[in-house]
């Protein structure tokens, strides 16, 4: 396959992961960066392409001049406008960060355009390549039994981050712009959820100015499938620590998770509860980066494509509804 021409809209902390994996890629030519700091474009061109790359402030001069194959957007959810709609309309693929878009207006839309063009796009839920994350998938689809079970989240940090993200109208909150990941690994096990109930505090930010997430939240998912999953989080636990781990119960197997890549399996239907350990080192960014190029070569869908980004979106809007209505809402499909 040629060399991809490839651009980054948005150079951030974030991006930098993906820029130092595309950067060591064959397959792939760096041509692009584009923010509205230029500074910060200029940084990632002199770091990952020797200063080969063109420097932008706006995307849509990235589209018209550049000729790209490949975009990743890693925008802030307040951030994003139509670069995903003028991606399809020059016809580039596209990894998009989660969360795709603030309200499912817009991500019905982003959708709409991926699907009108037939370019491959990437949602960038990582979790769902991890080795263990793979593994009980795959118990789940060849399991004999029902597939239904119940799922115990936790995810924790505590660090005040940027100042965009502190505001739920930037963010659009803990649970819509970090424990997203969760929420999308619960529907990845799962299903579709059918109803969710949420409760959201702010307990240990009340006295720094704009911040306006919740720092503490308590969602409970119910699914069609009958199962159902608790998940914590709080932006006040260990400083500049991020953990993320989970639980997930089935009828013959219980599995406890550390990380996406990591968990131990015990077999609980069988007599004295044998285990097994799955452990991996998987680099997660560079195995969605993988899967995306294998998908533009085999011209195959992603392994998360743009339904994935809404549906676990419209679930994460749906709980933060829930938490300012203060009832259970109940979810359809977007």
């Known amino acids: 396959m040629k060399q991809l021409r490839t ?5 951030g902390h974030f991006a930098r992961k993906h820029a130092a994996h595309l950067s060591a890629i064959e397959e792939v030519n760096l041509v692009g960066f584009c923010d509205k700091d230029a500074e910060r474009a200029i ?36 951030a994003h406008g139509n670069e995903v709609e003028l991606a399809c309309q020059h016809g580039v693929n596209i990894l998009i960060e989660k969360p795709i878009a603030l309200d499912m207006e817009q991500a019905n839309s982003m959708a709409k355009h991926v699907h009108a063009s037939g370019v491959k796009c990437q949602v960038g839920f990582m979790y769902r390549f991890g080795k263990a994350a793979l593994e009980f998938r795959r118990y789940l689809q060849e399991s004999s039994s029902e597939p239904k079970g119940f799922m115990l989240g936790r995810y924790a940090c505590n660090s005040l981050h940027s100042n965009w993200w502190r505001s739920r109208e930037h963010s659009g909150g803990q649970l819509v712009e970090q424990v997203i990941h969760l929420l999308d690994m619960s529907r990845y096990f799962f299903g579709e959820p059918i109803k969710v109930f949420s409760l959201q505090d702010n ?60 968990a131990t399996f015990y077999q609980t239907a069988q007599e004295g509860v044998p285990t097994s350990v799955i452990s991996g080192k998987d680099d997660l960014y560079l195995a969605e980066t993988m899967d995306l190029l294998e998908a533009i070569r085999e011209n195959r869908e992603t392994f998360v494509p743009i339904d994935e980004g809404v549906r676990s979106l419209n679930l994460a809007l749906s709980a933060t509804l829930s938490a300012q209505k203060e009832t259970p809402i109940n979810i359809s499909l977007p």
């Open 43 to 78: 940084s990632y061109n002199e770091q990952f392409t020797q200063r080969k790359g063109s420097i932008f402030t706006d995307y849509q001069e990235l589209f018209s001049d550049m000729d790209l194959d490949l975009v990743y957007i890693c925008l802030p959810p307040f």
């Open 203 to 262: 307990l240990f930010h009340r006295d720094v100015e704009s911040y306006t997430n919740e720092d503490v939240s308590a969602t409970v998912i119910q699914f069609a499938s009958g199962s159902v999953a608790t998940i914590a989080a709080t932006n006040g636990a260990i400083p500049n620590r991020w953990e993320y781990d989970w639980r997930l119960v089935t009828k013959e197997v219980t599995a406890d998770f550390s990380d996406s890549n990591n």
């Open 7 to 11: 651009g980054i809209i948005g150079c």
